[in-house]
């Protein structure tokens, strides 16, 4: 299964949809996950799967805001393509 590690910018509307299913009131602190990058930078992030890939969505205030105060079927992509921060696969 692929991982992937991506920032709220690049969350296309099926993700956000998938984002609005798993934490339909939003994302608490026991959701979110948190790890260091290979910088040493910790990130905090909360976990969607598709049948695919497992992604983890870089938490920010924009992210909590847009799931509290926006429908799934009013969000537009910030961006066209999905362009990841880190992608790694894991066997499992």
Known sequence: MRKAI????????ELFQLLQERYPGGYS??????????RNNTIEAVEIRTDDTIYLVKVSSKLHYTMVNVDADDFEEIAPDETFINDFSEEE
């Open 6 to 13: 991506i920032d709220y910018k690049k969350v296309t509307p």
């Open 29 to 38: 602190d026991k959701d979110i996950i948190k790890f260091d990058d290979h």
